[in-house]
DNA sequence: AGAGGTACTAACTTTTTGGAAAGTATTAAT
DNA sequence: ATTAATACTTTCCAAAAAGTTAGTACCTCT
């Protein structure tokens, strides 16, 4: 196993280095949502049911500053802040594709249906 | 966004789910193991570098009860226990490849080796 | 009698992640 | 003067995930 430090932070696999900078419960939504249009901060507070102003923006920050998504700030009152996806961030959706696609067949093996 | 329940569980997309089944830090390095052989728990134990003997049986026995992997218990002494994937655990091994694969791709253009 | 091997199990602590609620800044509209 | 709008920030708290340490059962071998 190639273990590695980045950023301070011990590494065991390259899953795990992947899995910190597009996991956790609220990157891929996001991502996914600015595939293929800018997004303001409220729209996707409004599109992105349950996820509370923090973890919005905190979410974005971090995915700002590993370079998977651009943030636009307008100087204007009241704030107008747009979020766009960057190449970078492109190469992310089709792996999130894969593991979307993977949890809807799983969820189809347990029956579980979402109406 | 399809939210649902299961196992008194709250899930907001497939993404969550399938990351709950075979995500967190060590059920893919458990199911990369097995993909093409049988494994004892004290083998896998010295192959998967930091983990403990306590991660090791939880993360076994939750791959068992969501039907990933095999475990056949042989009543000797000393114990004697082995694993092995099934086939539903071996529909996740391509699923990892391609984020395995992807936690390459964003290290390398972080310039990360690990010798 | 004591040590060694295997696969756990239990109790406890730490770290990480996420959530709730409230507050901030600025200006325009009422 | 107060409210509304937008995009946050801050503080405090709870839950989940993971780590540490120690111990167990059973039999064999010395």
């Known amino acids: 196993m190639p273990e590695f430090l980045y950023n301070n ?3 065991y696999n390259p899953v795990e280095f992947a899995m910190d900078r597009i996991g956790g419960t ?4 996001i991502l996914w949502r600015l595939k293929n249009r800018i997004m303001r901060f409220g ?3 409004k599109d992105i049911p349950h996820i509370t102003d923090k973890m919005l923006t905190s979410q974005l920050r971090q995915l700002e500053a590993e370079g998977f998504i651009h ?3 307008y100087p204007v009152v009241p704030p107008k802040v747009e979020y766009s996806i960057t190449p970078k961030g492109k190469t992310a959706i089709p792996i999130i594709e894969t ?5 809807l067949e ?3 093996k347990e029956g579980i249906r979402t109406k």
């Open 106 to 108: 799983l969820m189809k």
């Open 99 to 103: 593991i979307r696609n993977y949890g």
């Open 26 to 29: 609220w990157k891929m939504p």
């Open 9 to 11: 932070k011990l590494y």
């Open 71 to 73: 943030r636009e700030v």
């Open 43 to 45: 729209e996707l507070r």
